[in-house]
């Protein structure tokens, strides 16, 4: 797998020869983040070329205070389910060969959303 910084954004590329099916990976509220890099290195492990974009891009941040249980912070907790996680990462996957990897085999859009 090569990785590449291109003018604020972490673009993720499969090992091989392409074209390869590709993929913009947006940020929650903490920015382009090791979280998002991480997540773009997993997709180009599964043959997409993932860029993570940073809206932000050094302007506004999202204040996180310690302690108050934000409803987005990632849940590592014993409330986390491994299982669910698993699931919905494999749903992704899924949804990306069926509406993006597919999609750029056959003349015609590069993605068809339902």
């Known amino acids: 797998m090569r990785t590449a910084t291109l003018r604020g954004s972490y673009l993720a590329v499969p090992d091989g020869e392409g074209p390869f099916p590709g993929v913009v990976v947006v940020h929650e509220a903490y920015g382009l983040n090791d979280n ?28 996180v205070y310690p302690g108050a249980k934000h409803s987005f912070v990632n849940d590592q907790s014993r409330n986390h389910d491994a299982g669910a996680a698993a699931d919905s990462w494999q749903r992704v996957l899924a949804f990306f060969d069926e509406h993006v990897r597919q999609a750029n085999r056959a003349p015609g859009p590069a993605f068809t959303p339902d």
């Open 36 to 63: 998002i890099k991480d997540v773009c290195r997993r997709l180009a492990g599964e043959g997409f070329v993932a860029m993570g974009v940073d809206l932000f891009e050094g302007r506004h941040r999202a204040e």
